[in-house]
């Protein structure tokens, strides 16, 4: 119905290589970004760019179906590097995209 092709598409009940049990529920993610950016709004603006003109379907699908979205963040930083540290604060318009869609927002980093 989105006309965007999924990055990934897990049925209930098929087994999961890392857990290593089924599925709890289904899952389809759209818009993987593994490009890193030091400024987080930029790498979610990329992930969610298709997703913005179609808000009021998204909105409609979650309540027909019962569906929950999720915005996954997974940065991972480099204790080491000389690198600038990114910017991990949301702006203004996606907050307002989370918050109109009802989307979940999950940031887990990784410091190695």
């Known amino acids: 119905m989105l006309n965007i092709p999924p990055s990934r598409i897990i049925a209930e009940g098929i087994m999961l290589p890392i857990a290593k049990?089924?599925?709890?529920?289904?899952?389809?993610?759209?818009?993987?970004?593994?490009?890193?950016?030091?400024?987080?709004?930029?790498?979610?603006?990329?992930?969610?760019?298709?997703?913005?003109?179609?808000?009021?379907?998204?909105?409609?699908l979650k309540s027909i179906h019962a569906l929950e979205y999720c915005l996954e963040v997974v940065p991972e930083i480099a204790s080491e590097s000389d690198d600038i540290k990114p910017n991990l604060s949301l702006e203004p318009d996606i907050i307002a995209f989370l918050h109109q869609t009802g989307t979940i927002y999950d940031l887990d980093y990784y410091v190695y």
């Open 21 to 60: 049990k089924p599925a709890a529920c289904s899952e389809i993610d759209i818009g993987y970004n593994d490009h890193y950016l030091q400024n987080i709004n930029e790498m979610i603006r990329i992930t969610i760019r298709d997703l913005l003109p179609i808000v009021d379907l998204l909105i409609d």
